[in-house]
């Protein structure tokens, strides 16, 4: 079945340390976002790939970084993690960015910062 | 700006009972309109979606919302609640402009009680 697959499921990273979250997909679709859901939120947008065209939401914090090297993957770097960090942080996808393309998610990767 | 807002962060239901989930947008255009399921520690699944064809939109699992223009209105329904519907719905408005981001509600936490 065609999917997003996100790795690992649970990671967990030190106060500072660099962390670095995976996704991937089978769907071929152009469009791959991250989203950040703390406990008890609603997902946000960090920021998605157009192909490879990167955007940046305008409030997400220079902490966190993204690369996509092919149509298939997409990572999510955090570079210096806060104890403010640790949060669920889904992938999804959609074929195109014209209205009403569903974007399909991920499992997710919940990350604590200790 | 366009918004989602979901009355009732807790919902809880007798299972068989009808299930009912608020959601109001705010958008300036035609809006597209979602209800994502997410159960615990897992990503969302879409459950339907408005993209202004018919104004009752059948979902997966036996949900359907209904598009009620003059009430700016996406209510989930369900016409009797099962154990397995137990989790956090989400409904979402697609922004249409040059991200096509989903925008979240806060979220409705559904319980279905024996």
């Known amino acids: 079945d065609a999917m997003v697959i996100q790795n690992p499921r649970y990671q967990v990273t030190q106060f500072g340390k660099p962390v670095t979250l995976s996704c991937s997909q089978t769907?071929?679709?152009?469009?791959m976002y991250w989203y950040q859901q703390k406990s008890s939120q609603a997902p946000k947008l960090l920021f998605h790939?157009?192909?490879?065209?990167?955007?940046n939401e305008a409030d997400t914090p220079d902490n966190f970084q993204s690369r996509r090297p092919n149509t298939s993957f997409c990572f999510l770097d955090i570079r210096s993690p806060g104890l403010g960090d640790a949060a669920m942080y889904l992938c999804?996808?959609?074929?195109?960015?014209?209205?009403?393309?569903?974007?399909?998610f991920g499992p997710g990767t919940r990350l604590t910062v200790l | 700006a366009q918004s989602v807002t979901q009355l009732g962060s807790h919902v809880s239901v007798s299972e068989g009972a009808l299930v009912l989930l608020r959601c109001n947008y705010s958008?300036?255009?035609?809006?597209?309109l979602f209800w994502y399921v997410q159960y615990p520690n897992q990503g969302l699944q879409l459950l339907l979606k408005?993209?202004?064809?018919?104004?009752l939109v059948k979902g997966i699992n036996g949900f359907e919302a209904e598009f009620k223009k003059s009430e700016t209105s996406f209510h989930l329904t369900k016409p009797s609640a099962h154990m397995s519907d137990a989790a956090e719905y989400f409904c979402?408005?697609?922004?249409?402009?040059?991200?096509?981001?989903?925008?979240f509600g806060t979220g409705t936490l559904l319980a279905v009680q024996p």
């Open positions: 999804a996808t959609s074929r195109d960015k014209t209205g009403g393309n569903e974007q399909f």
């Open positions: 958008s300036s255009v035609p809006p597209y």
């Open positions: 790939y157009y192909d490879k065209d990167f955007n």
């Open positions: 979402a408005v697609m922004d249409g402009g040059a991200t096509n981001k989903l925008i």
């Open positions: 769907l071929n679709h152009n469009v």
């Open positions: 408005y993209t202004s064809a018919a104004t």
